[in-house]
């Protein structure tokens, strides 16, 4: 049998000659920017190595089973068979890119980019935002608060899988959606875990959108709504919900472009230009541009996120989430060990002991369930509504053999 290596024993002088390196690269960024040195962990159980806090920070998010789900994680158009259209994994791709181009241009840290953008998304549940419309309704009738999706993705980096991530990360994570509201944005300080703890339930509790305590946070903000506003209508054309006789209105399209890489383009130069990150400290739109971006949001809303098409679906949609949450709180109830929720969840895999000796039944469901894939819950569904035939034969415990 084959011994595990020995643990990597620290060169103090290697350690010492790569912060070096660190810090005279970040002596360049912005006076404004997140430095390596302000990363701050809740726990810090393993001490730092050659990697930047923040870039760790982006490795440990990659390496969650969370964060392998986004592969089957549908963005807008969750009933379409389709290969070219956008799934989270493209998305948060794209909010990376999209938030390291900017980042790179005002001298901001590009690691601290990398990682939030790359877990913003991971709370987000089966069938969009309406599957989060519907799971919220169930958690508040089943006493546990509303469910916000920037809540759960912390929830899953912080508690479920408790990657020990730094603050910056996480407060990023927490503030990255409610961009529609947001034409200039200031940071807003975070200096402490206990402080951020609160910042969470505030935001759990109200809703409401919040600002990061970053600049990086800041545009991976803005970045959000850079990559999915012009993509969202790429897919719709290459879905045919939209064609030709539905064109974008010329108050938009004159101002931001008419297609994806355009209005890519318009955004991501016009934030560039408007935004300071060297004194005042914020990122922002010029009044044109938002005003446009405003109207196109409007003519989504229209034509693809409510267009009957996308839509005509929801009532089942709505009975599959209760019906699915009823059964798998009965598993728990019951003390089903077999169930998928046990099997597929509480027993498998990195979850932390401290979250399930906390968690209450109705808890445990809902993070079951925002953690699946589409796929995986639909099967989950068809298991609870369609009867199960017998092969082979019973065995004396009733079981089938």
Known sequence: MQRPAPPRVPDPRLDSAIRMQTDRRESLLSPLAARSSGAIRRYGRKPEDIRTPYSRDADRIIHTRAYTRYIDKTQVFYLVENDHITHRVIHVQ???????????????NEDLLEAIALGHDIGHIPYGHFGETCLSELCEKNGIGKFCHNVQSVRFLDKIEDCDLTLQVLDGVLCHNGEADDVRIRPEPVASFEAFDRKVKETANNKRPCS?????????????????????????????????????????????????GHIIDTLIHDLLENSDAEEA?????????????????????????????????????????????????EDLEEGRRTAKIFMDFIESGPVSRTYLDSATPPELVRDFIAGMTDRYFARRYEECVIPRRIEGKFNFAGDRS
């Open 94 to 108: 794209l909010v990376s890119k999209i938030a390291r181009t900017i980042g790179r241009c005002l001298r901001l």
């Open 212 to 260: 990061p305590m970053t600049l990086e946070g800041c545009v991976v903000k803005f970045a959000d709504t850079i990559a999915y506003i012009g993509r969202d209508l790429q897919d719709a054309r290459e879905v045919g919900l939209i064609g030709d006789d539905t064109p974008i209105p010329d108050a938009c399209g004159d101002v931001l472009g008419r297609d994806n």
């Open 281 to 329: 400290g914020f990122i922002s739109y010029s009044p044109e541009v938002e005003n446009a971006l405003i109207g196109l949001r409007a003519f989504s809303r229209r034509y693809i996120y409510d267009n009957p098409a996308l839509t005509t679906e929801r009532k089942k949609i709505r009975r599959m989430f209760a019906t699915l949450f009823s059964a798998c709180l």
